[in-house]
């Protein structure tokens, strides 16, 4: 029997997230603003990859060198059987954790989940080469759909992971929501890692997010392209300059598009028109910098106790293991 490598948790996914309702919203507030989902057309998850890899962009090799280096004592801890990833992309960073599995020749079951179904069918299928003994199956959908599937699929003890402080990209009231569906779908003795951003020197942050080969402001840019593509619209990106800057009071880096010319643009499928001016910006991303103990007593109100943390040498990166 051949079994799908990949369940669709919403087949109406792809028509209802994107109708379009909240660039409308987004770019008729007074401080215009998109939903970064729109980075995550293909050209911007390969952007997306690009990132990761730059010198001034430390957070993806930060999680890895830390993951590598506790993969091991993370497996001992929780020893549990069923391993589920929240974003998992191309699940590379994951691998490090499936090898420390598979060292202790446990029969694992793991679950992938992403909203880009291209990404995740290509690496559960490689994934299920390189990892016989384990069970290994996505699931496409949005963290909302899959937490909401993982409440009412139970099967066996549980460690839920969500690196890459993806969390940052969450204003406090969506962290909010979020970490309370978390401990929903956890049973007592459960286990789920984060992996966070923590605060550092301005100039380190905005160097990370205005990098000199100028491939975070194609990413940031080439959300406009994705939404004329979509939304048979009429951006034209040379309007548009990107720059990310660091907001000290709340701790976030703040990705901006600003208009350098005004002008009126049309999104037609949308029946939408919007007009720029001269200087005015649209907010395109949060992402957020944590304080190791801080995000530990937010977990802990979700009854989510931590039970080791690791950084790295320069405490640039968190990685939290609690336990429901
Ligand atoms: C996906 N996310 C955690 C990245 C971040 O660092 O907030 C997205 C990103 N935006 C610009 N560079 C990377």
Request: glycine share 6%.
């Amino acid at each position: 029997m051949i079994t799908q490598p990949v369940t669709v948790l919403d087949h109406h996914y792809q028509e209802l997230s994107i109708d379009g309702k909240d660039v409308i919203k987004g770019l008729t507030e007074k401080r215009k603003n998109l939903p970064p989902k729109y980075f995550y057309d293909d050209p911007g998850s390969l952007l997306f990859e690009k990132i990761c890899e730059l010198p001034e962009y430390y957070p993806t090799r930060t999680e890895a060198w830390i993951l590598q280096q506790y993969a091991d004592e993370i497996v001992e801890i929780t020893n549990c059987c069923e391993l589920i990833e929240l974003g998992s992309g191309s699940s590379t960073k994951t691998q490090v954790l499936l090898d420390a599995y598979q060292k202790i020749a446990k029969s694992c079951r793991y679950l992938p989940i992403d909203v880009s179904g291209g990404i995740l069918k290509t690496s559960v299928l490689q994934l299920q080469e390189k990892y016989p003994d384990f069970a290994i199956h996505g699931l496409l959908g949005t963290y909302e759909q899959a937490l909401v599937h993982l409440e009412s699929n139970y099967l066996q003890s549980r460690m839920l992971f969500f690196l890459g402080s993806s969390l940052g990209n969450f204003n406090p009231e969506e962290c909010d929501i979020f970490l309370n569906q978390v401990s929903r779908t956890l049973q007592p003795g459960d286990y789920f890692l984060l992996g966070i951003d923590l605060q550092k020197p301005q100039d380190i942050l905005e160097a990370a997010y205005n990098d000199s080969q100028e491939v975070t402001a194609a990413f940031n840019l080439n959300m406009l392209s994705h939404l004329n593509w979509r939304f048979q619209g009429n951006f034209d990106i040379n309007l548009f300059r990107h720059q990310a800057v660091y907001n000290q009071v709340d701790h976030q880096i703040e990705m901006y598009l600003h208009c350098r010319k005004s002008h009126w643009v049309n999104l037609e499928i949308l029946d939408f028109k919007v007009y720029f001016a001269e200087g005015e910006s649209i907010l395109t991303e949060i992402s957020r910098k944590f304080d190791l103990v801080t995000m530990q007593k937010q977990l802990q109100s979700k009854g989510l106790n931590t039970v080791k943390t690791w950084t790295d040498e320069k405490s640039w990166f968190g990685l939290i293991l609690c336990q429901f």
